[in-house]
């Protein structure tokens, strides 16, 4: 069974910096099969929407241009955990946050869109106000 579960949400003022953390059990993120990750956030009355994947083949990291510049997404294989910093917060960012997990190779076109992702995390709230 594998589980996601983050945490590392709160209140910030505009500006602020927050790191979020995705605690993944029963799935070793070491595996040498390919997986993506994914950190998803949605605001009130709006669509989950993606904005940052990780792709296990080749480490490599995509950002949504609202984000680009101002988010980092990495892991740590050693304590199976995936983090989102995030700098320079915007009252636009408030929303709750998930991570996900594709047990495959995902392909860029579908990195923003929540379908097809295989386990889903039961999210984190991040509210950015003065």
């Known amino acids: 069974q594998v589980h996601l579960v983050e945490s590392g949400g709160g209140s910030v003022q505009p500006g602020g910096s927050l790191n979020l953390s995705c605690v993944v059990s029963?799935?070793?993120?070491?595996?040498?099969?390919?997986?993506?990750l994914g950190w998803f956030r949605q605001a009130p009355g709006k669509e989950r929407e993606g904005f940052s994947v990780?792709?296990?083949?080749?480490?490599?990291?995509t950002y949504e241009d609202s984000v680009k510049g101002r988010f980092t997404i990495s892991t740590d294989n050693a304590k199976n955990t995936v983090y989102l910093q995030m700098n320079s917060l915007r009252p636009e960012d408030t929303a709750a946050y998930y991570c996900a997990v594709d047990v495959s190779l995902r392909p860029s076109a579908l990195y923003w869109k929540t379908i097809g992702w295989d386990y889903w995390g039961q999210g984190t709230q991040v509210t950015v106000s003065a």
């Open positions: 990780f792709s296990s083949r080749d480490g490599s990291t």
């Open positions: 029963g799935f070793p993120l070491e595996t040498k099969l390919d997986y993506t």
